[in-house]
T-cell receptor, first 111, second 109 residues
Framework: GESVGLHLPTLSVQEGDNSIINCAYSNSASDYFIWYKQESGKGPQFIIDIRSNMDKRQGQRVTVLLNKTVKHLSLQIAATQPGDSAVYFCAENTGGFKTIFGAGTRLFVKA | DTGVSQDPRHKITKRGQNVTFRCDPISEHNRLYWYRQTLGQGPEFLTYFQNEAQLEKSRLLSDRFSAERPKGSFSTLEIQRTEQGDSAMYLC???????FGEGSWLTVV
């Protein structure tokens, strides 16, 4: 079946460096993508989203890139801080009500 | 606090008991969702409400699970005859872009 997946289960970066978290999706009908951050013991927190008619969207310290040709999504975090340590999920939506999540990538930020 | 609110945050119950979780969505949101999340996994869709109508149920939602949203505002998720495999975090979310609550942790012993 269709699924959202992630290339790496864990990512370790030095404080101050940029982080790139990757995600592959397989449903070509997906037209809306979201990144969530989840800290231990808390619910997922919305970070940024992008629709399929865009290939890049920027937020505060975060950028999402979408490559529909290879069905790839990435989240870039600039100047990574210790508070960015969390699990990051990409999620996809095909225009209906169901948002499907991948398994997540754990980001460790080394001081 | 105008976010999604869930209660209780933690519940420990004995196998075979019934449990109920409550969700208060963001007030102007018509859409409400329940997800389940186990350790190391992403959230899995359980069910969806548009106002008071339950429009979709996942196959994960066995007949021991029932969700309601009687007035199109708050929602409840009940699990009857709990099993150890029900231990998970139950997440409620609302909105077109879904915003999650902090979740309700269930431990079945």
């Amino acid at each position: 079946g269709e699924s959202v997946g992630l290339h790496l289960p864990t990512l370790s970066v030095q404080e101050g460096d940029n982080s790139i978290i990757n995600c592959a999706y397989s449903n070509s009908a997906s037209d809306y993508f979201i990144w969530y951050k989840q800290e231990s013991g808390k619910g997922p927190q919305f970070i940024i989203d992008i629709r399929s008619n865009m290939d890049k969207r920027q937020g505060q310290r975060v950028t999402v890139l979408l490559n529909k040709t290879v069905k790839h999504l990435s989240l870039q975090i600039a100047a990574t801080q210790p508070g960015d340590s969390a699990v990051y999920f990409c999620a996809e939506n095909t225009g209906g009500f169901k948002t499907i999540f991948g398994a997540g990538t754990r980001l460790f930020v080394k001081a | 606090d105008t976010g999604v609110s869930q209660d209780p945050r933690h519940k420990i119950t004995k196998r075979g008991q019934n449990v109920t979780f409550r969700c208060d969505p963001i007030s102007e949101h018509n859409r409400l969702y329940w997800y389940r999340q186990t350790l190391g996994q992403g959230p899995e869709f359980l069910t969806y409400f548009q106002n008071e109508a339950q429009l979709e149920k996942s196959r994960l939602l066995s007949d021991r699970f029932s969700a309601e949203r009687p007035k199109g505002s708050f929602s409840t998720l009940e699990i009857q005859r709990t099993e150890q495999g029900d231990s998970a975090m139950y997440l409620c979310a609302s909105g077109n872009t879904i915003y999650f609550g902090e979740g309700s942790w269930l431990t079945v012993v």
